[in-house]
């Protein structure tokens, strides 16, 4: 009778329910204001964190912005910003036998030259359950010094493109 190999037996990670977390996306976007140019600033960003099922998955995220003409958008000539937040995501229904599905997403953090940040995003998955290019929209309340007052809320508007497993 043969014997049970000493390797352990493969796990296909892929479709596994719970587990390591990580997304990374580029994003755009521009202020909501009447008066905005059309794409004010540019950024990266990366979520680590654990998925505890398809609809529920959180995680600890850092990332970096580039704005364009910054001292027309706050007090500062630095035109980086590098936002750390706190990230919750999930599927709207579930994705076992669609390749495409809704998601939602809610960050809330600081932005490192700016201040504090809350962003709701809706968005969609095409992909499998553990592999899956996204692409979404969100709408950010930040606070920022601005040349008219110090600590403005100022609103914002973000694309996201990204990827995650």
Do not use: H
């Not at 960003?45 to 998955?57: A, S, Y």
């Not at 000539?77 to 706190?86: N, R």
């Not at 995501?89 to 994705?95: A, E, P």
């Not at 995003?121 to 601005?146: A, C, H, N, P, W």
């Amino acid at each position: 009778m043969p014997e049970k190999p000493d390797r352990a037996a493969y796990t296909d990670y892929s479709q596994s329910q719970s587990g390591y977390w990580f997304t990374v996306e580029g994003l755009g976007g521009s202020m909501a204001d009447p008066n905005s140019k059309c794409l004010q600033f540019i950024g990266a960003q990366t979520v680590n964190g654990f998925r505890l099922n398809e609809f529920l998955r959180g995680g600890i995220g850092i990332g970096m912005k580039y704005y364009f003409k910054s001292e027309d958008v706050r007090t500062s000539t630095i035109s980086w910003g590098f936002p750390l937040y706190a990230n919750l995501r999930g599927n709207i229904i579930s994705q076992n036998d669609r390749a495409a599905v809704p998601f939602w997403s809610l960050e809330a953090g600081t932005e490192i030259r700016s201040g504090f940040f809350v962003s709701p995003l809706i968005g969609l998955k095409l992909g499998e359950q553990r592999s899956s290019f996204t692409v979404g929209l969100s709408y950010t309340i930040i606070k920022m010094d601005t040349w008219d007052k110090d600590g403005d809320m100022r609103n914002l508007v973000t694309l996201k493109f990204g990827y995650e497993f």
